[in-house]
């Protein structure tokens, strides 16, 4: 039985992930078996080592495999959907070690993503704070004294609405971020085939979710594939895993063309959700008889197409926070000035 079909015990979270894995790969590679492996590491990455302990010892007894363990270590389904396939083919240590670079990107990623970010959204905040202080006690002052130098109805008040827009670029972003998380709950309440469909119709996550669907199953296809797995086996263990919808679809799919006498390159084109250059690299490899290693080495080409993707966008982000704020700044002045300038030509 699955460890989501029986109870399951609290789950554990570790400090620095990435190394863990990493150094979880090496251990394996050394000769460990993987609780003992489990049970040398946690000391060094739990805090709650007795609970660790202890909750690995039930999955064990209950006959739980390596992707239950590592979800009561609190790993999501990124990491459980490969180290489910890697029971398949055999190769745990690799995967892990794949798995634990990945992470490492990851991490650089988010970290450099914060560094961004912090200056420019502490700035813009202190704006928006240091605005609202000047609506609520610069312009009424000034708003009175324009009133009591003009004379008629030509003056104009203070334009108080140029002061908002830091207040509004926040607004904008909480609701960005707002319908952002409204739309992944009801992305995950919706079957696959819709799930595919929305996620294809927005242009900036279309071009990223393409990527790093067909560099997962090149990765894991490869891999059973280069460790001897027949292709219709291949295909089989991904319907068959419980961690990834969307891989699980094209499974089953590509299978079905498969059967009619396809080849898995024309199964790839027919499907259509993936990247356009990879039914080509899957000819070549039937072609040469290296389908495996080419799936692998496609797969590695995807993870770096999806750094660069990555880091352009990075350059954009905080260019564009700048400009906001320097927006911000010109309409205080503006919001400052032209009511001294509407005053000069009214005396």
């Excluded at 389904?77 to 990851?106: C, D, M, N, Q, W």
């Excluded at 079957?191 to 929305?198: E, H, N």
């Excluded at 891999?223 to 089989?236: D, M």
């Amino acid at each position: 039985m699955r460890l989501t079909a029986r109870k399951q015990p609290p789950k554990i979270h570790l400090r620095e992930r990435g190394r863990f894995l990493a150094r979880l790969a090496v251990l394996l590679n050394e000769g460990y078996l993987l609780p003992t492996a489990l049970n040398l590491l946690l000391p060094i990455h739990s805090k709650q080592l007795d609970a660790a302990e202890a909750g690995l010892t039930v999955i064990l007894k209950s006959g739980g495999n390596a992707a239950e363990l590592l979800r009561f270590l609190g790993f999501r389904e990124g990491v459980l959907f490969p180290v489910e396939i890697a029971e398949h083919h055999g190769r745990l240590s690799e995967s892990l070690e794949s798995i634990a670079k990945s992470y490492g990107r990851t991490e650089q990623v988010r970290m450099k993503l914060k560094n961004i970010l912090v200056y420019p959204v502490s700035l813009l905040v202190f704006t928006s704070l240091l605005f609202l202080f000047f609506r609520m006690n610069y312009v009424p002052n000034l708003s009175e004294l324009m009133a009591s130098l003009q004379t008629g109805d030509g003056g104009k008040g203070v334009p108080a609405y140029l002061l908002k827009l830091p207040d509004l670029f926040i607004a904008a972003m909480a609701i960005c971020l707002a319908g952002a998380a409204v739309f992944s709950k009801l992305l995950k309440m919706q079957p696959v085939t819709r799930q595919i469909d929305w996620l294809l119709r927005i242009p900036v996550i279309r071009s990223y979710i393409r990527l790093y669907w067909s560099h997962l199953l090149a990765r894991e296809l490869g891999t059973l594939i280069h460790s001897g797995v027949s292709l219709q086996e291949s295909l089989r263990v991904l319907r068959e895993q419980n961690h990834h919808e969307v891989i699980r679809y094209i499974a089953v799919a590509a299978e079905s063309e498969i059967i009619l006498g396809q080849s898995m390159s024309t199964a790839v084109e027919r499907i259509g959700i993936l990247s356009g250059d990879m039914p080509a690299f899957l000819r070549h490899g039937e072609l040469t008889g290296y389908l495996g290693k080419e799936l692998i080495l496609y797969s590695e080409v995807q993870m770096e197409q999806i750094e660069q993707l990555t880091q352009k966008w990075l350059k954009i982000i905080q260019p564009t926070f700048f400009v906001i704020i320097a927006a911000c700044i010109v309409a205080a002045y503006l919001a400052i000035l032209l009511p001294m300038y509407n005053l000069v030509h009214t005396i």
